[in-house]
């Protein structure tokens, strides 16, 4: 389904953005929290999460994302050179190319974390990519994040290939650039979502 603006409609309808194609919504196989909207690629391990969070008022805009990236990584308890790596310093997003006029900056961040996948002892590794839209007067942080399996460990359950019903989805990986027109298309319709 999409919203009127072509984008696929998140959070209720009160947010919307261009899902690359043969993204899976993640609630129609398990639990996912409500502040959270979840996409895995139907052939993949690619998976694709967008967040709200609470605004981290007290990091810099121009480290927020850095901020978060870390946080993830002390989520998916990664291993490996440091708690994740980022590859660089964050990069501004000009904010006239992009649909969320609300944001007062937004950010990306790429880097790698080795996670294991449902607690398994093997570890895979993936490149992670970070956008980040800093919204201060809702006293929030929209983060969307694109995983995208590097390696992956031939112990790791995914090494068998993704599990689940196939069908019409796109076989074709997804890629960075459909990860930055999902940025560039993520639209605010309700600002009731904030509370």
Known sequence: MLSPGGGRPLFGGAMSARVPPGARDVSDLREVPDHQEAFAHGHTDQSLVVELLELQAHVADRDAARYHFEDLAGSNEARGGGPGTPA?????????????????????????????????????????????????????????????PVR???????????????GPQSAEPWTVHDFHRLLHSLTLHDPGLFG
């Open 88 to 148: 660089a310093a964050a990069a501004l997003l000009p904010r006239s190319e992009l649909a969320l006029v609300q944001c007062s900056s937004a950010w990306v961040l790429s880097g790698a974390q080795c996670v294991s996948k449902f607690n398994e002892e093997a570890r895979n590794e993936v490149a992670v990519h970070l956008g980040l839209f800093r919204l201060p007067q809702f006293s929030t942080d929209v983060l969307v994040t694109f995983n995208d």
């Open 152 to 166: 992956i460990s031939p112990a790791s359950s995914s090494a068998s290939g993704p599990s689940g019903p196939s």
